[in-house]
T-cell receptor
């Protein structure tokens, strides 16, 4: 059973601070990694993708990937109340897995003003 | 340039009725994935379809659930004889080609409530 694990939270962060979210995955054949943001009652929205080891920055978001440790993380800098949402980690297992995304259970983030 | 369109947005069914959920992929996309999200949980893969073909239905319950993606028209997820445990949000996503580099764009979802 290929799994993606996340701490469910809630992760409470003061406004302006850095929120750090973690995700581990079990399938070493995984090839691409994604972070989605989901507001309550809404559909998931793709916010970051990362394919190779290291950091990838996009605005206030930084994704980090370490394939040796099977670990991917998301940093949200200068957190805003509008960042309060559930963040879903997703892993694409490649052709062998039918190129389907496997999702973690999500981490709920609360940014307090 | 419309995104992935799902309808209805909300669907209420009594136990034992049938539910039909529709997904129109983005223009030019021939690959569709369906996911289910139970309350307070992550998304669970159900089925992957290409036009007129089911590629992977490993996440689909063996009974009462079926999916199709005809040559013309939207993809349909059909749930027969619904039970309360089927109450969930059902999302579909599409893309133009298979590949590990793709993060999907999801439709707005159908929220099914079984009463």
């Amino acid at each position: 059973q290929k799994e993606v694990e996340q701490n469910s939270g809630p992760l409470s962060v003061p406004e302006g601070a850095i929120a750090s979210l973690n995700c581990t995955y079990s399938d070493r054949g995984s090839q691409s990694f994604f972070w989605y943001r989901q507001y309550s009652g809404k559909s998931p929205e793709l916010i970051m993708s990362i394919y190779s080891n290291g950091d990838k920055e996009d605005g206030r978001f930084t994704a980090q990937l370490n394939k040796a440790s099977q670990y991917v993380s998301l940093l949200i800098r200068d957190s805003q109340p509008s960042d309060s949402a559930t963040y879903l980690c997703a892993v694409n297992g490649g052709k062998a897995a039918g190129n389907k995304l496997t999702f973690g259970g999500g981490t709920r983030v609360l940014v307090k003003p | 340039n419309a995104g992935v369109m799902q309808n209805p947005r909300h669907l209420v069914r009594r136990r034992g009725q049938e539910a039909r959920l529709r997904c129109s992929p983005m223009k030019g996309h021939s690959h569709v994935y369906w996911y289910r999200q139970l309350p307070e949980e992550g998304l669970k893969f159900m089925v992957y379809l290409q036009k007129e073909n089911i590629i992977d239905e490993s996440g689909m319950p063996k009974e009462r659930f079926s999916a199709e993606f005809p040559k013309e028209g939207p993809s349909i997820l059909r749930i027969q004889q619904v039970v309360r445990g089927d109450s969930a949000a059902y999302f579909c996503a599409s893309h133009e080609a298979a590949g590990a580099g793709y993060g999907y764009t999801f439709g707005s979802g159908t929220r099914l409530t079984v009463v």
